[in-house]
């Protein structure tokens, strides 16, 4: 959390987060013809916002793109606001959910844990509910299957897709078939890929939601960096959120 503190500390790093704000997915020489500074003094600064994970990088081709990562600013949440003050959470919370890209949404976390139980806690139902709004995500894990996404208390089907890609403990390619209303069943299928990657006595997780529709509507991405927080708090504490959104259909 210092390294994300210091990184919002500079007002040229905001500057370089509200222009991925206003477009995602940005290469280095569309973000330097934004500011009046030289290439090698944005790239010092996008290197200072990768190392506090505010920004994430994907290659496309030859391109290198840059991605706003709120999960950081989703665990300075839960830490440090949430207990103190609500306007101010729910402040903070409507920046993580407009930190938004058309069509690829990337999200990054640190977890201390390792890529075995991290696997555990994304496919056992019981588990996946404990940080995913109280929501039971159920399949047989295999190539090809599909899964169901569901809760008691929801009194509908949640979502629904099929596992396009099954590498445990590495990596999981599903579609996704938002259903909890008809504004999101109305989006159609998208994608969601978590890659697992041991880091020494930790994992990086990555979750990249892609093959949206410009402009789709945020619910259906706009909850991970809240999952991705639950999940890592639950791996390291075995405590579970109590923000509002995380007690959804518990």
């Keep these: 959390m210092d390294l994300v ?9 905001r500057s370089l987060l509200d222009a991925l704000f206003q477009e995602d997915g940005q290469s280095l020489g569309a973000l330097e013809a934004r500011f009046e500074m030289t290439r090698f003094a944005v790239m010092k600064h996008l290197k200072l916002l990768e190392e506090a994970g505010l920004v994430v990088t994907r290659r496309q081709g030859r391109e ?5 990562n709120p999960v950081p600013i989703r665990l300075v949440h839960d830490r ?19 930190l938004e890209s058309p069509m690829q949404k990337v999200f990054e976390i640190y977890i201390r844990t390792t890529p075995e139980r ?10 996946r509910a404990k940080y995913n709004f109280g929501a039971e995500v159920t399949s047989d894990w295999t190539p090809g299957s599909r899964y169901e996404m569901g809760s008691p208390k929801a009194g509908v089907r949640l979502g629904e897709g099929v596992n396009l890609e099954v590498d445990p403990p590495r990596r999981l390619v599903q579609s ?11 989006e159609g299928t998208s994608r969601v890929t978590w890659e697992i990657e041991p ?21 259906l991405y706009g909850g991970w960096p809240m999952i991705l927080s639950g999940l890592k708090t639950w791996l390291e504490t075995g405590e579970l959120l109590t923000t509002p959104g995380s007690l959804m259909y518990t």
Excluded: Q
Excluded at 64 to 68: A, I
Excluded at 176 to 186: F, G, I
């Design 80 to 98: 440090w606001v949430s207990k103190y003050t609500g306007p101010w959470a729910a402040a903070l919370s409507d920046l993580k959910s407009r």
């Design 5 to 13: 503190f210091k990184a919002l500390a500079d007002p040229t790093r």
């Design 199 to 219: 880091v020494g006595d930790s994992c990086r997780l990555t979750v990249t939601h892609d093959e949206l529709r410009e402009g789709a509507n945020d619910e």
């Design 118 to 127: 991290l696997w555990e806690a994304i496919t056992d139902p019981k588990i």
């Design 64 to 68: 290198k793109l840059h991605f706003l």
């Design 176 to 186: 996704m078939m938002a259903l909890w209303s008809e504004e999101v069943r109305s």
